[in-house]
């Protein structure tokens, strides 16, 4: 079945530094691929999305770009800052209606002034 | 309007209590699922309602019943709780798009904390 891997860290930083997460995945068809960030106490905010192979998808600094050929969509951000800190969710969609997405377990982010 | 609101924020409920978690949203969406989340896991799905039906049930036990009264309202009824269901349930919406730029988004509430005590 379909799966989601991420590194699980945590990862700790200080800011302004670079930041990459490692996603990949593994799935029939064509999946839509998804970051979503959690902050302490709250749910789950969507970082960004791709829904086809090149797409790159971006927001709030951070970026990830769907590779069909490596089945990765890695996450980047060039300067983290403390407010950063949280924990991200690599995901996946089926694209079937009405179906779960598919996430890796997690990565926390520490990041200190 | 991406929002999906979630009541009560937090719940403390004993084993013979029960209560119900409510979710709503207005975007339109014609899917809702109820997740769980454990600290430091990931979401695990419970209900998929699909147009007001239930499509999905991954096994969860009878103690949590969900309903969907209609489009915009999604409840999930509690009773007779175990120690172990404390967790932050959460509440997502989606488009039923199987094509286009909004395929397989998910929005999420911010989800009920609840203790069973």
């Known amino acids: 079945g379909d799966s989601v891997t991420q590194m699980e860290g945590p990862v700790t930083l200080s800011e302004e530094a670079f930041l990459t997460i490692n996603c990949t995945y593994t799935?029939?068809?064509?999946?839509?691929l998804f970051w979503y960030v959690q902050y302490p106490g709250e749910g789950l905010q969507l970082l960004l999305k791709a829904t086809k192979a090149d797409d790159k998808g971006s927001n709030k600094g951070f970026e990830a770009t769907y590779r069909k050929e490596t089945t990765s969509f890695h996450l980047e951000k060039g300067s983290v800052q403390v407010s950063d800190s949280a924990v991200y969710f690599c995901?996946?969609?089926?694209?079937?209606?009405?179906?779960?997405?598919?996430f890796g377990k997690g990565t926390t982010l520490s990041v200190s002034s | 309007d991406t929002e999906v609101t979630q009541t009560p924020k937090h719940l403390v409920m004993g084993m013979t209590n029960k209560k119900s978690l409510k979710c709503e949203q207005h975007?339109?969406?014609?899917?809702m699922y109820w997740y769980k989340q454990k600290a430091k896991k990931p979401p695990e799905l419970m209900f998929v309602?699909?147009?007001?039906?239930?499509?999905i049930n991954e096994s969860v036990p009878s103690r949590f019943s969900p309903e969907c009264p209609n489009s915009s309202l999604l409840n999930l009824h509690l009773h007779a709780l175990q120690p172990e269901d404390s967790a932050l349930y959460l509440c997502?919406?989606?488009?039923?798009?199987?094509?286009?730029?909004?395929?397989?988004?998910?929005?999420f509430g911010p989800g009920t904390r609840l203790t069973v005590t």
């Open positions: 997502a919406s989606s488009q039923e798009a199987t094509s286009g730029p909004r395929r397989g988004e998910q929005y």
């Open positions: 799935a029939t068809g064509y999946p839509s």
């Open positions: 995901a996946l969609s089926s694209n079937q209606a009405g179906t779960a997405l598919i």
């Open positions: 975007m339109g969406h014609r899917a």
């Open positions: 309602y699909s147009y007001e039906k239930l499509s």
